[in-house]
Structure formats: C-alpha cells, structure tokens
C-alpha cells in the first residue's frame, strides 16, 4: 500500500505547474453598408477576413432601450421584384427532441435557390431538398421552448435571445453568413448538409464551395444567445463571415450604429459611416428605437482571445490529440472527431478543455499497452478538461520500483476534471486499474468498467484530497488487493455521489469500495450492490482505520469495519445494519438486478425514504438526469422513481451476449426503467464491430420500439454460417437519444459477440 502513496508524492513535488498564455485573434472589417429605402433588404453589408482563424463567436442580446411595442412585420415599401422562386412541396420535419433541445427542417413552397440541403441527425438517414433548420431551445426553470437559431442553405444564420420575462417572442434581425462567402446576386456559402449531433449538442454544416464548420452553443438564456463557430474551410481568399443587416433611416433600421474594439481601445461610428478596418470585436446595434423589429437583438462578432484547434484523422488542424494539446495555449479548446487515436497522452500542465465532437463511444484514445491513456503530472487544475473520450488498453505510469499506476489514467495533480468518459480494458500491476487520482479531480458522468489492477482500486485508486464520483458507474472491475471499485487512501476524502458500484471484486477486502489510511469517505444517493469480496471481507464496503457517512443510499452485501473504523449511516438500505436514523433492511425492489438495472420499482420500499433534510443533496438530479425530488421525500439509491412527469428512460442490457453460427442467437433488452409509461418509445441505434452486418449476421429490427403500456423489447442478433474460419468476432450496439423525448441510462453502449463453428 504504502508503494502507491509514494510514486505519487514524488511526483508532486517535481511536478511543474500549468503555465497560462493569452493572445488575441485579429480580423478585417471590410464596410460595403450602402444607404437604401427597402426595410426587407440588406443593404448593411459588413464582411469578415483573416489570415489565420480556427474560431469566432456570434452573440444575440437584447436591444439596450425598453422595446414597449413590437412590430415584426414585414414592410415591402420602395422594394423591388423579389428574387425568382422554384417551386417544392412544402413541409417542416420535427428531426429532435430531447425535452431541452428541438431542432426542425423546414422546406418551403417556393425558394430561390434551385435545390435544398440535406439535413441528419445522429446516424439516422438525412431528409432532403430542406431550405433551412430551426433550433428551438427550453427555458430554464420553465415550460418555454422559444427559438434561438434559423440557419438558411444560402449560410445566412440569425440568433435571437430568449424572450425576457413578459415578453411573448423576439423578432428576428439582422443575419451573419458564415462560411466562405462567395458573391452572386447577394453574399452566399451555400450549405450542401447540416448534421445535428445530440452528444456533443453542435451542428456541422459543409459547404458548396469546399470545407466545414462546427457550431456549438455555450450560453442560450434570457440574456443572450451565443454561438461559437469553429472555422474548417478556406478563408485566404475572401470573407470569413459577412454581416447582412438593414438601415432605412434612423428609427426604421435593424442596425443604426457600430461599437468596435481595436489595438487602440474602443470606438463608435454610425453604420454609414463605419470605417472598417482591424479589430478583435464589434457590436452592430441600434441607438435608437426602431418602427420596425423593435426587438430585435443587437450583434456581436468576437474573436477568441484563446484558441480552438481540431483534431482528427485528415483535413484538420492536427492529426493527433497530444500535437494539439502541445500546441495550445491556455484557456484553449482541442475538439476531437470521432476515430481510434492510438496515443499516450499527457496534459502537461496546460488549462485547456479536450473534448470529443461525437461522445465517447465513438472517440477512443487506445493506450496500445504502452502506458497510461491519459497523464496529468504537471501541477493540473479544474481548467484542465477531458470530455467525451474512451479511454482503454492503458497499462498504467512505472514508478521507481518498478511498477505501474494509474491503468487508464494517472494523476497526481491537484484537481482536473474527467466528464462523460468511459475507461474501460485498463490495468495496472500497482495500483488504479481504470485510473489513480492524487488530490481533488471530478469523475462525472463516466463509466468506469472491465478494468483490473495488481493491488488496491480495480476502477478507481482515490489518495489524499478530496476527489468526487458524480453519476458514474463502477462495475465489473477486479482487484488482486483492496477494493474492486474504488479504493481510497492516505487520508483521501472522496465524496461519491449518484452513482452505482455494482459487480465489482475484490480478492482480499471491500468488493465495491475499501477505505484505509485514515479516510473520510462520503457516500450520497448512490447505489452498491451484487460487489463481492474475499472471505465475505466487506462485499459492498470495507473500512480499517477510516470513516464513513453514509445517506440516502443502498448497499447490499455487507459492511465490515477494522481497527476503529467508523460508520455514520442514515436513511440508507443496509441488510444486516443497526443503529443510525430512518435505516431499513429490505429488498429494494428492483426492476432487474439480474441484468443490472437497478432502477427501483414503484412499489419499491426505498421510494420516498430518503432524509427530510433535502439541503444535504449535491445535486438536484439522479444519476440518469431526472430531478430529484418527486415526492416530498427523496428516494433511496442513484435513481429517483419518476412519473408521467418525466421522459421515458430506457436502460439497455445484453440479456444473451454471445452467439454461435451454430444457432444461438444474442440478444439485447431495452427496459422501460422510468418516467411515462404511455408515450411510445422508439430508440434508434448505430452498429459497429469486427462482424460484417448480412454477411455474419442480421438483426431482426432497425430499432428497439417500446410501445405504449409496453416496459421491455428486444433486439436479436442472428449469426450467419459461413464455413469460414475466423474466430470469434463482435457487434457493437450504441443505442441514441433524442427520439420521442426519451432518456438513456448509462450505459448505451453493448457488444455481444459471435462465436465461429468453423
């Protein structure tokens, strides 16, 4: 035990700390802004250049002056013949909707350009022929799903703030065209498609004339909306983005004025007069009240004073994670597409956000048996930042003695976070099979599983500090020592929280958690269970010399505690435990524990148990994102039983997960785990693996359909015999949300594997 302390400890004192470096992007503003008499023209024409630029952001805000009446019609006055229109059948196509985000494409009757966009969602088929999209974003706190965003096939994109309270809508005004701008009979980048991915929640647009860009959404509220466009296509010959906008007169304009930062400081001019010129930001509004989209927002262009870079397998700015992060600056972003990155990384110190465009099962950082997947040894923070990844083949950082740490990830830093990874296939013959943490790093949303380790922590080795598990889950990790899930020591003060730790073993104390070296571990809401131990040592929870407070939580299996360890457990579901308050010793009733759904039923006697004391909650939330509370006490375990008023929530197992071209056929199960039980539910799937699908198999159905009333369906995998021998090969299900409105449970990824009889 004490070997794991050491290697970390050494670290920390020559580690170095993260070095910081600002700098500031710069542009040219090109002023075409002509005067003109048509309120539906855009006769404001401001465009956009640069030698170098990965990323800019678009902001919609509210006009400054109080807008008492609001007019959005259109006003064809002095206008001239509109442009010639081709005729379409006309309709709007609701593609996603998730409850927070809805996104429609809508094809109009008639339009002037020729042919319409392709538009996809995830990996389901694109519709066609489509004129622009709309997003639609909710309110927080409300039952108000406004839109923000039109993105139009010629690049003209328009933002629009939520509405303020008391306010029924917000006109829209003026447009930026984004992408590389070309001139016809007006400034266009026509789009050729729109992908909206729900993981990573952007849109990626491609375009006519060559490349891509990415638009992502970092604030969408009352206040304002703002949209960050990462820039993937030619900008050394001509515009980056132009603004269009329209100026009548004062008091009949969508933009009267310019507010504009430079190297010199920061400068006004009204729209005609508007110099141009370089800059860094620019503000297009209106000074005064407008007869005509009074509310209309006012624009602001900004470039980064930090940098975006891309990564991925050809086209972009780096072909590997680690020459990206070697590059950045900090406060800069990575964005990673989706691929295998056969790479040892290591943060060294920079405070920057690496994050997957496609999410986790898509984007895998393989360790290739050569170390840790991921390092952080230089002194990282809680501005370093890894989102979205699969972590897997990590075999842990050697120390002095000879032994490694940290199988997945290793880190002896003070407090980075780890948000929506799965770390998977890792080992380390020392310590830390999914990963080692020396301080204080958040552990969100991950899935931690299938990992082993030679000594203490098969999922997680926790030391010092006070680390967090926030609504992960920990399962089937093996340890050859101490604690199958977790492991936490040398005065660790762990706080885990909305999670599960299920299947895990440990071959000598504490299958799903042990805590030892003077620990303070604190477990809330979260759920332990069918975790296995040697000897009966602590199945769900071992303790020598250290303490526990245990709320609103479920362990099964058994509790042992040594050497003056303590246990605070309170309003928990502990077979076999005495003493504490509002404790019961039940069945929990789950919806299937065979299968590892440990959602509880409604009957449940853990529903509704939980303490009065609703202020000790670390979250408003369960560990599949509905909200805590439902009744006027809060559940038992990492799941809230949640009614009609929640989503559908599917959890989906592989019941049989292996198939023989003999004839036996895998089989995965969806479970209506949650929420509204009318609501028909269909969840959409991609496949992936080394089995080619109507070659070695087929599925029966394209997705798993849960009808009304219905709380279980099955997808079945049928082997193909070939009379070839190719050993065992495996299918990959991910399963994806959006559809209908529904929810995901952790986790959404399955493989089942097919077995050759050749």
Not at 267 to 273: D, F, G, K, R, V
């Amino acid at each position: 035990m004490k070997a794991c302390l050491m290697v970390v400890l050494a670290v920390l004192i020559f580690g170095i700390g993260p070095i910081d470096n600002l700098y500031s992007a710069t542009a040219v503003a090109d002023n075409d802004t002509v005067a003109g008499v048509c309120a539906e023209q855009d006769n404001v024409s401001v465009s956009y250049s640069s030698s170098h630029l990965t990323s800019f952001t678009i902001e919609a805000s509210h006009p400054t002056y109080p807008v008492t009446v609001d007019n959005c019609k259109a006003d064809f006055t002095n206008c001239s013949t509109p442009d010639p229109g081709y005729t379409f059948t006309p309709r709007t196509f609701k593609l996603f909707d998730n409850g927070l985000t809805v996104i429609e494409a809508v094809r109009e009757a008639s339009w002037w350009r020729p042919k319409g966009m392709a538009v996809s969602v995830d990996a389901r088929s694109p519709v066609k022929n489509i004129h622009y999209i709309r997003v639609y974003k909710k309110i927080s706190g409300s039952n108000e799903w406004p839109q923000v965003l039109v993105l139009y096939m010629d690049g003209n994109l328009r933002l629009i703030p939520q509405p303020s309270v008391g306010q029924s809508s917000v006109c829209f005004g003026s447009s930026i065209i984004v992408g590389p701008v070309v001139e016809e009979s007006r400034p266009i980048a026509e789009l050729v498609s729109v992908h909206f991915d729900s993981a990573s929640d952007s849109l990626r647009v491609i375009y006519k004339s060559g490349g891509s860009a990415t638009l992502l959404f970092p604030e969408v509220s009352r206040s304002a909306t703002k949209v960050n466009v990462l820039v993937d296509y030619p900008i050394e010959k001509g515009p980056f983005a132009t603004v269009r906008s329209m100026y009548v007169t004062v008091g009949n304009a969508d933009v009267d004025s310019v507010q504009w930062k430079d190297s010199s400081g920061l400068h006004n001019a009204p729209i005609l007069t508007f110099p141009g010129g370089k800059g860094t930001e620019w503000l297009f509004q209106r000074q005064s009240l407008s007869s005509h989209n009074t509310s209309a927002p006012d624009i602001r262009i900004k470039l980064p004073l930090k940098d975006t870079y891309t990564v991925c397998k050809t086209g972009c700015d780096y072909p590997s994670v680690q020459t990206a992060i070697d590059a950045t600056k900090g406060g800069d972003t990575v964005l990673v597409s989706s691929g295998r990155y056969i790479e040892n990384i290591n943060f060294n110190g920079k405070a920057i956000t690496v994050k997957s465009l496609s999410g986790p099962y898509d984007t895998v950082i393989d360790a290739n048996f050569k170390g840790s997947a991921i390092v952080f040894n230089h002194g990282e923070t809680s501005k370093s930042v890894l989102d979205g990844f699969t972590l897997t083949n990590g075999t842990g950082t050697l120390d002095n003695n000879g032994y490694r740490y940290g199988g997945g990830i290793y880190s002896s830093a003070p407090s980075p976070k780890i948000i929506n990874c799965v770390l998977t296939g890792n080992s380390a013959d020392g310590c830390g099979g999914g990963g080692l943490f020396h301080g204080s790093p958040l552990i969100s949303r991950c899935l931690i599983t299938k990992n082993h380790t030679g000594y203490g922590g098969g999922g997680l080795y926790l030391t010092g500090g006070s680390a967090k598990v926030d609504s992960s889950t920990i399962s089937d990790n093996i340890s050859a020592g101490d604690g199958g899930g977790i492991e936490c020591t040398g005065y660790s003060a762990a706080v885990i929280y909305n999670s599960v730790l299920a299947s895990n073993t440990a071959k000598k104390r504490g299958g799903g958690i042990a805590g030892d070296w003077r620990s303070s571990i604190t477990i809330l809401n979260s759920t332990i269970v069918n975790n296995s131990a040697w000897a009966n040592n602590g199945p769900a929870l071992f303790l020598w010399n250290s303490a526990v407070s245990v709320k609103n939580s479920i362990l099964l299996g058994g509790v042992s505690l040594y050497s003056d360890a303590t246990a605070d457990i309170n309003y928990s579901d502990v077979p076999g435990w005495t003493g504490g308050l509002g404790n019961i010793s039940s069945d929990p009733l789950f919806i299937n524990a065979s299968y590892g759904v440990y959602h509880l039923k409604k009957t449940s006697p853990c529903v509704n148990a939980g303490d009065h004391d609703s202020s000790i909650l670390l979250s408003a939330r369960d560990a599949d994102g509905n909200p805590r509370i439902q009744m006027k006490r809060v559940d038992m375990g990492a799941y809230e039983v949640c009614g009609a008023s929640c989503p559908p929530t599917i959890a989906v197992r592989p019941t049989v997960p292996v198939a023989t071209e003999a004839g036996k056929t895998a089989k995965i199960k969806g479970f209506r785990v949650n929420g509204d039980t009318v609501r028909s539910v269909t969840v959409p799937y991609a496949v992936s693996g080394t089995a080619e699908r109507k070659v070695d198999y087929k599925i029966t159905t394209a997705s798993l359909k849960l009808l009304s009333g219905i709380n279980s369906a099955t997808v079945s995998i049928l082997p193909i015999d070939d009379n070839l021998t190719e050993g065992a090969e495996t299918v990959n299900l991910k399963f994806i949300s959006g559809t209908n409105d529904f929810r995901l449970s952790m986790p959404v990824h399955t493989t089942v594997e097919i077995q050759d009889n050749d």
